[in-house]
């Protein structure tokens, strides 16, 4: 769960160092209860009605993890700082979920297939976004969906990557394709927003 505003000023962030403090963003630590539950309401259409797998790509803290895991689902976190997926593993002990260090463009999870891979601020950063698409789309079993949280951020220097763009590299590796606005509802990030947050929801062919 990538923090867009460490992008803006540095453009290697320690994310080890910024652990500790990363879940006070709203829509991070999901500690207001309305805005957790606005995320788990989300999560909830976004994610099968049954009890499945999910690899959650760049997870951070563990929680969207949580709220999935919570939710029935079996939970396969991948983030490629140690001292988040510490703090992951402790937000969800005891929960059927297991977090791994490693690459989100590469998880290092072997020949494990998954019903969904679930990705939140985390593919506008990578180099080759659609190379990572194409990988995470072989993760998927027969009728997996890609769940890609992602937005455009700044006025004066604009980051991310607009729904469009990420629409058009989605669109041959699914059978379904549907891009659900998110910049219209405050719970789910705390505040007001006005720059273009999404999410594009990929059901495999």
Known sequence: MTDHREFEADADPDWNASAATFDEEPDHGLRDPRVRAAWAERLRTWLPGRACDVLDLGCGTGSLSLLAAEQGHRVTGVDSAPAMVDLARAKLAGRDAVFLVGDAAAPPVGEQRFDVVLV?????TLPDPGRALRHWRQLLRPEGRLVLVEGVWGAVSPVGIPADRLTAL?????????VER?????????????DERYVVVATAA
């Open 170 to 178: 989605v669109e041959p590796l699914a059978g379904q394709v549907r």
């Open 120 to 124: 939140r601020h985390v593919l506008w």
């Open 182 to 194: 998110l910049s219209g509802d405050p719970l789910l990030w705390g505040r007001a927003v006005e």
